[in-house]
């Protein structure tokens, strides 16, 4: 079975921080994806990587950035947090880009 | 960039009785996705549809894709309290290479 972990399951971080969301991947996955989930707003993406070093934004990057040093891990790190940053972070992994997504449990953040 | 709508976005439902979600695309589809999501949990793959016309069942839960392959249904029947959760589709647009996600279908169940 494909797992994906991520680094925490709450986290709680004060404006102004720089907070670093990791995600690991143990099915060799060419692709993977960073979500954020917002009551009523659904799975908007943020940021996906299709190969390590290599990414492209989603529909909502302001605000974040990503890392993909190795083909298993795809960090989301936010640069200077905000309160409007509060959310769940799902991060998904997949074979190709059209294939089905495996989800990690996600890391629902609070900026104070 | 291709968008992919669900409605309703709320269903509450009667334990026993049948309901049906609906997720419809502004542009024609390659395939369609379904995910539930569990209360506290994450999404979850169900099924995919890639054929114009297509129907799985999946034990109570039928699935359907529309003739014109723009949009898709989830009916489920005899409604059970383990159909709790959000149900997502997701889009694979015929120039796209990652899937589009709709806003979900929030399912509760009163007993």
């Known amino acids: 079975d494909v797992k994906v972990t991520q680094s925490s399951r709450y986290l709680v971080k004060r404006t102004g921080e720089k907070v670093f969301l990791e995600c690991v991947q143990d099915?060799?996955?060419?692709?993977m994806f960073w979500y954020r989930q917002d009551p009523g707003l659904g799975l908007r993406l943020i940021y996906f990587s299709y190969d390590v070093k290599m990414k492209e934004k989603g529909d909502i990057p302001e605000g974040y950035s990503v890392s993909r040093e190795k083909k298993e891990r795809f960090s989301l790190i936010l640069e200077s947090a905000s309160t409007n940053q509060t959310s769940m972070y799902l991060c998904a992994s997949s074979k190709q880009g059209a294939d089905t997504q495996y989800f990690g449990p996600g890391t629902r953040l609070t900026v104070l | 960039g291709q968008q992919v709508m669900q409605i309703p976005q709320y269903q509450h439902v009667q334990e026993g009785e049948d309901f049906t979600t609906y997720c419809n695309s502004s542009t024609t589809l390659s395939n369609i996705q379904w995910y539930k999501q569990r209360p506290g949990g994450h999404p979850v793959f169900l099924i995919q549809l890639v054929k114009s016309g297509e129907v799985k069942k999946q034990k109570r839960l039928t699935f359907q894709f529309g003739e014109a392959k723009k949009n898709s249904s989830l009916h489920i029947t005899a409604t059970q309290t383990t159909d709790v959760g959000t149900y997502f589709c997701a889009g694979l647009g015929s120039n796209d290479y990652k899937l589009s996600f709709g806003a979900g279908t929030t399912v509760t169940v009163r007993a």
């Open positions: 099915m060799d996955h060419e692709n």
